[in-house]
T-cell receptor
Framework: AQSVTQLDSHVSVSEGTPVLLRCNYS??????LFWYVQHPNKGLQLLLK??????LVKGINGFEAEFKKSETSFHLTKPSAHMSDAAEYFC?????????????FGTGTRLLVSP | DAGVIQSPRHEVTEMGQEVTLRCKLI?????LFWYRQTMMRGLELLIY????????DSGMPEDRFSAKMPNASFSTLKIQPSEPRDSAVYFC??????????????FGPGTRLTVL
């Protein structure tokens, strides 16, 4: 079965320091992986997606993620955090045993950014 | 484009009452997803439609929940009768499904439901 595990429920950083949000996946197939962000009282927005092209994926707002098959990881990073990055981040895998885009969401990591 | 539109944004009702949540897809999209988000269970897929046809409703909690797509651009999620444990934020998302591609799901702002 395909799934994702977000290793941290909360991550706290200071503004201007690097961000690392960790995600490990489990999949028998070559997975399609996503990171979504949810700001308070808002819907979810796609940050980036990996679909077996380049292993380093660049997204919006300066975020990027690297697909590492040997480590079954898809960690999200950003060189320098902004206050506006404070939000909840979801690692997501697409189920590949159907012809349709059914997504399975991780439990989320709340990013806190302090001045 | 206005994006995915959901109404109402907030709903407070009493146990036993019928609740109807509404969603308008992005023009041109052919797939519709209903999700529920709670602190305890996170984000769960309830049901999704492709070209107005329900493809997978295995996430629908029980018979009190029903969803319809009367046309290609609109969907409703109904809870009857509602219970306090149904309190959650309900999201609708739409996408354009094309064979062989992986496309983004666009989420609406959600409906926060409180059942007293």
């Amino acid at each position: 079965a395909q799934s994702v595990t977000q290793l941290d429920s909360h991550v706290s950083v200071s503004e201007g320091t690097p961000v690392l949000l960790r995600c490990n996946y489990s999949s028998s197939y070559s997975p399609s992986l996503f990171w979504y962000v949810q700001h308070p009282n808002k819907g979810l927005q796609l940050l980036l997606k990996y679909t077996s092209a380049a292993t380093l994926v660049k997204g919006i707002n300066g975020f990027e993620a690297e697909f590492k098959k040997s480590e079954t990881s898809f960690h999200l990073t950003k060189p320098s955090a902004h206050m506006s990055d404070a939000a909840e981040y979801f690692c997501v895998v697409r189920l590949m045993n159907t012809g349709f885009q059914k997504l399975v969401f991780g439990t989320g990591t709340r990013l806190l950014v302090s001045p | 484009d206005a994006g995915v539109i959901q109404s109402p944004r907030h709903e407070v009702t009493e146990m036993g009452q019928e609740v109807t949540l509404r969603c308008k897809l992005i023009s041109g999209h052919n797939s519709l997803f209903w999700y529920r988000q709670t602190m305890m269970r996170g984000l769960e897929l309830l049901i999704y439609f492709n070209n107005n046809v329900p493809i997978d409703d295995s996430g629908m909690p029980e018979d009190r929940f029903s969803a319809k797509m009367p046309n290609a651009s609109f969907s409703t999620l109904k809870i009857q009768p509602s219970e306090p444990r149904d309190s959650a934020v309900y999201f609708c998302a739409s996408s354009l499904e094309l064979a062989g591609t992986t496309n983004e799901q666009f989420f609406g702002p959600g409906t926060r439901l409180t059942v007293l």
